[in-house]
């Protein structure tokens, strides 16, 4: 880690757009250790194992049919700031294609260049694993080749802060990374669902505007991603993993006021909301007509719940019948 030469990166960013991507990936990476990823034999089975593991108590128990991704990667923390900056490209994209003139352009790009650099470095050494659809690829959603990340040296090293055992530790991330691939597995339609609201939230940005409704339908929609997970986890995990959210949870919570700054900026307390509203949600739904009733929501775009049916499933029950 040179933190120097990250400052370095970031203050001689150049080119013509709102961001110097190669600068934010280098002063990233620059500012953050890759991590061991030396794997034993036993390790890199104990990952393969659980994501079958995983892959077949979803198939067998929510009632979903899915395949795994072709890409399932153990990274070191460069190698997932390098795959994330490339979603952050494709995401800014039509803000630096059509958003309007600065006055300071070079000045702007640096302060653009190191304001995500330092968000992608944070998050490198925080994530611990990823389910990746690829949203705004060029390809079309359902030939694109989605991926499943773990990062291992954060799982190592979050694991042994927390004092539990490493392959349990390992384990839970990998059950629930595989929810979310089964999620949209189970949904074909939800990429482009997804992609069609951040791309009217963008493009509204790109033209100085903001489209409220967009966002809103695209937190709406990632609720119900979120609590799903939450909800296939609690059913298909084998084990229970009460003390593991309890102390991940202490743990976000803590650390010094900056990293508590930087997490709410970057809105992870909100994903931690959207966790238990749609979490909340499912069981629910799930009490009343089981988990394969709860996978109804997946079956097409309309039954996805509402903002107002979230918290009250019961609306959500009485609109989508038994037999959608």
Do not use: C
Not at 26 to 35: E, L
Not at 70 to 96: C, G, K, L, S, Y
Not at 184 to 195: D, K, M, N, R, V
Not at 260 to 278: D, F, N, S, T
Request: hydrophobic share 45%; net charge negative.
């Amino acid at each position: 880690m040179d933190l120097f030469r990250s400052v370095r990166t970031v203050t001689t960013a150049s080119g013509t757009g709102y961001v110097d991507w190669a600068a934010v990936a280098r002063a990233a990476k620059d500012g953050t250790a890759p991590g061991d990823l030396s794997l034993t034999d036993a390790e890199r089975e104990g990952y393969a194992a659980d994501v079958r593991d995983a892959r077949d108590r979803l198939h067998r128990l929510g009632g979903v049919e899915f395949d795994l991704p072709d890409t399932v990667e153990i990274q070191n923390r460069h190698h997932w700031i390098d795959a994330n900056v490339d979603t952050f490209r494709r995401v800014m994209e039509p803000v630096e294609s059509q958003g309007p003139e600065v006055l300071f352009p070079g000045l702007s790009r640096v302060i653009n260049t190191a304001t995500l650099s330092f968000m992608m470095a944070f998050l490198g050494r925080n994530v611990l694993g990823q389910y990746d659809p690829l949203l705004l690829a060029e390809a079309d959603p359902v030939d694109r080749d989605h991926g499943l990340y773990f990062v291992h040296p954060n799982i190592v090293a979050v694991a042994d802060s927390l004092d539990v055992s490493r392959p349990r530790f390992r384990r839970w991330i990998a059950f629930h990374e595989v929810s979310h691939a089964a999620e949209f597995g189970a949904a074909p339609w939800l990429s482009t669902h997804l992609e069609t609201r951040l791309e009217r939230g963008v493009d509204a940005l790109a033209a100085g505007d903001l489209d409220r409704e967009a966002f809103h339908e695209l937190d709406v929609a990632m609720t119900a991603v979120e609590g799903y997970a939450e909800l296939l986890m609690d059913r298909a995990f084998d084990d229970d993993y009460t003390d593991l959210r309890a102390k991940l949870d202490a743990r976000r919570q803590g650390g010094g006021p900056i990293a508590r700054l930087v997490r709410r900026l970057l809105g992870l307390g909100l994903k931690r909301r959207q966790y238990e509203r749609g979490a909340a949600f499912f069981r629910a739904v799930a009490d009343a007509r089981g988990l394969a009733g709860a996978s109804a929501v997946w079956e097409r775009p309309e039954n996805l719940p509402t903002d107002a049916e979230l918290d009250a499933p019961e609306r959500w029950l009485a609109r989508v019948g038994e037999d959608a």
